[in-house]
């Protein structure tokens, strides 16, 4: 593939627009130029020119999606975690009992959301990064009848894991019971197929893998989903079938839109459109990953997860052992050189994370790993591998 991204607009003064750092982080994350000018204009949220922009939002998004006919797409204001929020609020019934399949700290943050909503729940907890599998899945659902949803984060932000969703969603199905998935991080980019998946209903944001900028988040649902939520929502703002009715009755939102960032989103989606839609995605960030993994491990630095389970949305790498290391130099020398870097989620090793999604390709990532090198320099440390002790406990813990 071509390290360049292709440009709708041929605006010569782009070459002068490269942003003054790259966002290296799962969102808000390092956007196009077009998007970021989408947003020099005001709109009217009743007036006729925004409302086509929500209907080709709506639509793009049912396309990316796979389906247009039994599935809906509502955008709902706020950040990802709003959405997650109106999501189980809206299509879990008060009397359903839902699995929450948990490696990370957005399966924990589903658990404590179900909490706030009086949902009951079990979790199958996998501590910071081992996948849930299908067999322990489909264990706890043969025993446990009262389950009615199973729901799994698909990229585990936390630690950049890609979790089985396939094997999950067919035990799900197998067993008879709906499945609800966290996308955030990962539609757009990652194939979801939604004949394979059979989900009731799954949830992302603007600001991931569309490249747009926060404001609101979207739930792809059932229509029969959306329907059957009236009057179950315990939130007045985060009410998904009101949302549904309105939208579909008026072409609004139910009250005010985040406008600039529902254009500049519109304008991410043209762009994605255009360079290719999901498979170019996904290429553009899998070379984005591979650049940063090997030109990371030629340093020494090791990656928290195997082949199997990394995504190209977010890698996590181990924390250099010398004692000549300290995260908080190292991230000030990464920014001084143009990127922002993350720090980590994990409890048992120390560790930070580098996102690969955002608009630029692998010639960046070259970038990357040289400002890498440099900061390590900077710091007097020869080489990046981690302790002896942070690489038995990583290892300890993924047998586990
Ligand atoms: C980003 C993200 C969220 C939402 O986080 P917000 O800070 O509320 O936008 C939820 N789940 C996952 C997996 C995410 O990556």
Redesign the pocket.
Known sequence: MSDTIEHTSRNPDDLLMEPDHYLLT??PLTTAPQTRAAMMRDWGSWDQEFRDLTAELRGALLEIAGNTTVYDCIPMQG???FC?EAMLGSIVPHDSKVLVLVNGA?GQRIVKTLGYLGRACRVLDKGDFSPPRGAEVARILAEDAAITHVIV?H???SSGILNPIEEIAAVTAAHGRKLLI?S??AFGAVNLDIETLQYEAMVS?AN?CIEGVPGFGFIIARKTAFEQAEGRSHSLSLDLHEQWRIMNTTGQWRFTPPTHVVAAFVEALRLYMAQGGQPARLERYTANRDTLVAGMRALGFETLLGEQWLSPIIVTFLTPGHELFDFRKFYDLMKEKGFIIYPGKLTLVDSFRIGCIGHFGPDVMKRVVAAAKESLAALDIPHAAPSAASLAARDAAALA
């Open positions: 799962p969102g950040s990802g975690t997650v957005y984060v990229c585990e932000t966290d955030m991080s944001s991931k």
